[in-house]
C-alpha cells in the first residue's frame, strides 16, 4: 500500500499518542507504521491495531510518513481517521 492514500485523506492523524486515541476511539480506518522506528513505540500500535481489526500498512521510513501527512518531522505512525 502505498502513501497516495493518506495524502488523498481528508482527516488524518501523526503521531503514536494522536493514533492511539483514534485506535481507542473506533475512528481510525488505516494505520501507518515506519519500519525504521523504534518496535517500542510501534508495537503497542500494532497490537491496538490487531484487537480493533484497523489495517496496518507498513513505510519504509518516518520520513516518508511525515512528508506524506504535510509536517515538517518524521513520524513512526500515522492514521486516517472517520470524522
Known amino acids: 500500500m ?41 508495537a503497542p500500535v500494532v497490537q491496538l491495531c490487531r484487537e480493533k481489526g484497523v489495517r496496518v500498512c507498513y513505510v519504509d521510513t518516518m520520513a516518508e510518513i511525515g512528508k506524506a501527512c504535510n509536517i515538517k518531522v518524521g513520524a513512526a505512525v500515522a492514521a486516517i481517521i472517520e470524522k
Not at 483514534?22 to 518496535?39: F, K, R
Open 2 to 42: 502505498s502513501l497516495e492514500e493518506i495524502k488523498k485523506a481528508k482527516v488524518v492523524v501523526a503521531g503514536t499518542r494522536q493514533t492511539k486515541k483514534a485506535l481507542e476511539n473506533g475512528l481510525a480506518l488505516t494505520v501507518y507504521v515506519a519500519e525504521d522506528a523504534d518496535e517500542k513505540i510501534t
